[in-house]
């Protein structure tokens, strides 16, 4: 047995020390929800017809039992979201499969979903990340019933499955399966895309062009392809053994989906009371799962946005997951993939030179990975260095993954990894603490000092661009975009303008209280600045003209002033009140009156 690295030991060691007390009060409050037998027993005669009143008799007389298990779906279905859009037929494919194993399935709710891709740049993107904690309280509204015995999870993108898990661990008793549906297919590269993107911000060419290139890149039911948050979310559920291996990055709509979604039934129903391997989620996610998660963002190069949901999730366990975790392991993590934004690949060829079975052997190997854990599969995690396939007979059939890449350039082995540590580094200054991912930021790039630039908009860096105000070396200071100014928006529709002013050959960085995200690119940025500008934080002080200083070989980021005058300034305050009326956003007011800090994971749990 390969021996555990030392950083992982000492980090899990750590973090298990630390969440001593929240972990065991919540590990005693699950252990009184999971009673002998299940809830629904329990239920009147009253309440127990009303569960059932619109099932058909053969689910009938099987919940009037009550001595199979139940199975609840809960479904984040949209077609406007192509990675959902999959879904709408997976409650009926589940009915078929729960009857087919002899017990019931029923969706017990659903639960809203937003697309970053729709709402980029406009001011529903200021709903996007407390609808997060939305998703969770939907979760728990959609099993307060009592009628379940396991739980199916169906959701992909960016705070989708964030929000489900919290959901989930609130009701940690019972079992739970995450149910994915796939990218789709390939279009056009994501490089080509976003040199289109670029040529329109110069005004090269016209929206025609433009929608023309977006709508040849996003052309089909599935996840986006790119490696974003919704993707980084689906390696995460699958290194931490809430997925079945392989089922990820599996292609939706086909026979090799459908059998994994299918499986993925039967064995949910094991892990219930009533099965023969019974394993409530709450014990699944513990302190080795979250420490596997964290690995698994810093050898792909994954989502930013996971330095918040991963801490939120963690908490929702019992878990003290902290920013220091993070940074502690990213020195010992290497970076075994590359894909877009961090190399030329999107994630179907990424699952197509290996996929996550590779990823997870390499790191097992290594002794970078707990390998001992509970999974929904049954096995350790070695078990999920195989690779799913039909056989000739049509049943599906796992085999171990090849020691070798199929495709270096997309992903290595341990013995020649892209980078000696992870993509994900912690910045920490006067101006306070900061975020960066590096993977794909060039190396001359990575020491950025040069005179801020304020802005409390994006809109109003692209206007200073279009002046012409903007071709010089400069640090990009866009604040007050943090959860308690206007909902911590992505600020994606910087990215086209920041990387032609650096293609310009300037040196320009990006410092922000708001998010980047997994799609982040080429452009340094720091962002998830905390304190947050509006919680009277450092950024709050920077005027135009400071010299600001973002190292992210040393982890730093500072405002090179001198202390005592930096001090004594007073914070600029920005007008809000745009962002806390129409479009619904006033219903967030409690969201964003109650929302703690970025390195807390910006929720209200």
């Known amino acids: 047995m390969t021996t555990l690295h030392p950083v992982v030991a000492e980090v899990t060691e750590r973090l298990r020390e630390r969440s001593r007390d929240t ?59 192509s990675a959902h859009q999959p879904y709408e037929r997976y409650p009926e494919l589940i009915r078929a ?23 980029q740049g406009r001011a529903g993107m200021e709903l996007s990340l407390f609808s997060r904690d939305l998703i969770a309280m939907a979760t728990a509204v959609s099993l307060s019933h009592d009628m379940f015995d396991g739980v199916l999870y169906l959701g992909i993108c960016d705070k989708i499955v964030p929000g489900l898990l919290i959901g989930a661990l609130s009701f940690g008793h019972l079992p739970g399966v995450f149910v994915p549906s796939g990218p789709m297919p390939s279009g056009i590269t994501n490089e080509q895309k976003s040199k289109v993107r670029q040529a329109y911000a110069e005004g090269k060419v016209g929206r025609t062009e433009l929608l023309e290139a977006e709508a040849a890149a996003y052309h089909a039911p599935g996840t986006c392809t790119f490696y974003g948050t919704a993707n980084s979310n689906q390696m995460l559920m699958e290194i931490m053994g809430l997925h079945l291996p392989g089922a990820s990055f599996t292609a939706p709509d086909t026979p090799l989906r459908d059998a994994i979604t299918t499986e993925t039934v039967r064995r949910c129903a094991e892990l219930s009371e009533h099965g023969a391997a019974h394993l409530p989620i709450g014990h699944i996610i513990d302190e080795r799962a979250i420490i596997n998660g964290v690995i698994g963002l810093h050898a792909t190069g994954g989502s930013t946005n996971h330095l918040l949901h991963l801490v939120a999730m963690a908490r929702a366990a019992g878990i003290d997951l902290r920013w220091d975790d993070f940074d502690a392991l990213s020195s010992a993590i290497p970076l075994l993939a590359r894909v877009y934004p961090n190399g030329y690949a999107d994630v179907n060829q990424f699952h197509e030179a290996g996929g996550m079975a590779f990823l997870i052997d390499q790191l097992l190997s290594a002794g970078l990975l707990h390998g001992d854990v509970k999974t929904v599969f049954g096995t350790g ?40 540590d992870g993509g994900l580094r912690m910045l920490d200054g006067n101006l306070g603490r900061a975020v960066i991912k590096v993977s794909s930021v060039p190396d001359d790039r990575l020491v950025i000092e040069a005179p801020a630039v304020v802005f409390h908009d994006q809109d109003d860096v692209r206007k200073a661009f ?15 975009q943090g959860p308690r100014a206007n909902g911590m928006p992505e600020l994606h529709k910087l990215t086209p303008t920041l990387a032609v ?7 320009i960085a990006l410092l922000t209280d708001g998010r980047m995200s997994g799609a982040s690119g080429r452009v340094p940025a720091a962002i998830h600045v905390t304190p947050e500008a ?46 806390h009326v129409g479009m619904g956003r006033e219903l ?18």
């Open 23 to 81: 972990r065991a009060a919540y590990l005693s409050k699950i252990a009184a929800a999971d009673t002998d037998g299940p809830h629904r027993q329990r239920l009147s005669c009253g309440n127990l017809a009303h569960g059932f009143a619109a099932c058909g008799a053969q689910d009938k007389a099987l919940l009037r039992e009550g001595r199979t298990p139940n199975l609840g779906i809960v479904t984040s279905y949209n077609d406007m979201l």
């Open 466 to 480: 279009e002046r012409g105000e903007l071709n010089r070396d400069f640090i990009a200071v866009v604040r007050f």
């Open 534 to 579: 509006e919680a009277g934080g450092a950024i709050a002080k920077i005027r135009d003209g400071d010299m600001i200083r973002l190292d992210a070989t040393t982890g730093s980021v500072d405002v090179l002033i001198d202390a005592a005058e930096f001090a004594a300034r007073e914070s600029a305050t920005a007008d809000l009140t745009k962002h």
């Open 381 to 420: 995690l070695h078990g999920y260095a195989q690779v799913p396939a039909l056989n000739a007979d049509g049943k599906l059939t796992w085999a171990p993954v090849s020691k070798e890449s199929g495709n270096r350039g997309v992903l290595r082995g341990m013995a020649e990894p892209f980078r000696a």
């Open 501 to 507: 002013l650096q293609d310009r050959g300037h040196r």
């Open 97 to 119: 499969a729960a009857r087919e194993a002899g017990v019931t399935a029923q969706v017990a709710g659903g639960v809203p979903a937003m697309c970053d891709g729709v709402t």
């Open 588 to 605: 967030f007011g409690l969201f964003r009156a109650n929302a703690v800090a970025a390195d807390l994971g910006a929720g209200v749990f």
